[in-house]
Structure formats: structure tokens, C-alpha cells
């Protein structure tokens, strides 16, 4: 048996999916399998992968005939493992040499961690941004590592690809196989609900951005998961989590529903938020947003407001990613 097993979820990513093979099996520490599937892509990533498989007797591959989804492919590699330890490495990103290494050593001292790492912002040709992911995704001064259940829920901001968890605690959740996109973050979540995480602070992979990132086309549907998740979040939480923690929560889904044309629901989570603690000068922008959301143009101008006063706390590091 392997002491870790790396799957590799592939659709459509040919241009970048050598480099990232590669990058899984040139890392330092040698003891694991790699699980490659493919989800009915329409380029030529078959033929690269089976190329690969020729070459590495580590590498297993399965090819789908229909897409099944991210989720679903997520799911199948966590079946299809044989390693005490699980790994996921998008088809598009990269794992520096030492990321196994590194990862394993700390769990093999306690192996109920859920280790995750910085990691480096690459651009399509692979180049780097000089942009750090937990920068990018504003958490800075968020805390890390330990239980991070209640600083998760605001927001995610793990990096799915640097990530290394033990298989048999991994399988006891799994991925939610109704959300499209946002599977990954609550699947985080609910192991930082059962296990502590350990953040390595040095980069021990690459996460590439570029023009085919689905989710930055895809609003109409990041939005459904959007609210999937926050209800959820709150329906299966709120009654154990802390005031302020829910106040939040209220909040970022009103942001959510108006997004949505749920102007009605937004007013009321924003009043229930200011029923669970007072009301502050901050919050304003929540009221004008639920309140003049309905017209369209003025929710446009808002929701472009929005979006300039969050990326610009972003940049400072100041407050949790939505």
C-alpha cells in the first residue's frame, strides 16, 4: 500500500496537464500512486495521460464518458485510493518538489492533521506573479492552523492543491456532489469541523490563474453554490456558533441574495443580523444594498461599490474572502 495517493481530476486542461504530471512525479518523496481521471474532456488530455502511464508504473488512469463533475471525480479518486494519506492536485496547478515531503513528515507526528501550505500565484505560461495565494485570498491575519472551523465558515481560503489530509478521515465526508464549484469549500470545512489544520507558511505548490478558470465565468452558477452554502451554513451552525460569527454569516448572505434578485429575503437577514447585535456605521452598505438592490441599476452601482471597497481591503489584508 502507498503511503499517499495523489488523484488528479482532469477536464480540458491539455495545455497545462504535463507540467503538472510532472510536478507530481518529480517530488522528492517517492511512496505514492497517482490517480488520474478524466472527466470527458474534449482536447487531447487522454492522449497525454495515457502517454504518462506508459512511462510510470505509479499512474492509474480512468477516462469518463460523459462529464460527471468536479465533485463526482473528486469522490471516485477517494474510492479508487489505496494510501493512508489523500491528495488532490488540479490538472492546471503545480506541486513543488519538497510539497510531499514536507507534508508527510508532519503526519507522520499526528496523521488526524489536515496540512495545507502557501502557495505561489502563477500565470498562464506558468510564471509568477509575485502574488501569494493567502494574500489573494485576504487571509493574512487570519488564523491558520489549529481549529480554524469558525474562521473557515466567513470564507475559504485553503488552497485545494496544496492539501493533504489521511484518506480514511477524508472518506468519512467526501465531496457534495450537488454543488458545481464550491464543493471544495465546504468539504474544508467540515473537516475543520471534526480535525485540526497545520499551515505551512512557505509556497509547496503553484496555483495557475488564466482565462479558463471556470469559475470566473460561470457567475450564474457560483452564485447558486453561494447560497446553497451560506444557508446551509447557517441552518446546520447557527445554533452552536457565536453571535458575532452569525451576525456575519446574515450578513454575507443578504450580499448573496440581493446578487440573486431575493431583495425581499436579503432585508430580512440583514434585520435579523441587527437583532443579534447592534447596529454599527460598517454596516450600512449591507442596509443600502438590501434595501435599493431591486433597481437594477442601482444594484449594479452598488455591487460594483462593493466589489471596489472589498478588493481594496483585500489588498491591505483586512478582512476574510466572500
Known sequence: MPAVSIVIPSYNHARYLAQTIESALSQSFRDFELLIIDDASQDNSREIIQQYAKRDERIKCWFHEHNEGIASTFNEGLHRAQGKFYASLGSDDIWLPQKLETQVALLNENEDLVVWSEG?????????TGELFTLRHSATNKQKSGNIFEELLQGNFIF???LIVKRENALRIKFNESLKYLNDFLFEVELAEKYPFYFVSIPLAQYRIHGDNITLKDTEGWLRDSLFIRELFLTRYGYRISPSLKRTLLLQYSVTLVRVMECKKAMSCVMNAFRIAPFHLSDVKYLLYAVLGGNR??????QRSYQLYIGSKRKKGNIGSN
Open 297 to 302: 441599476g442601482i444594484r449594479f452601482f452598488l
Open 160 to 162: 485545494g492543491s496544496s
Open 120 to 128: 505561489q500565484i502563477i500565470d498562464a505560461a506558468g510564471k509568477p
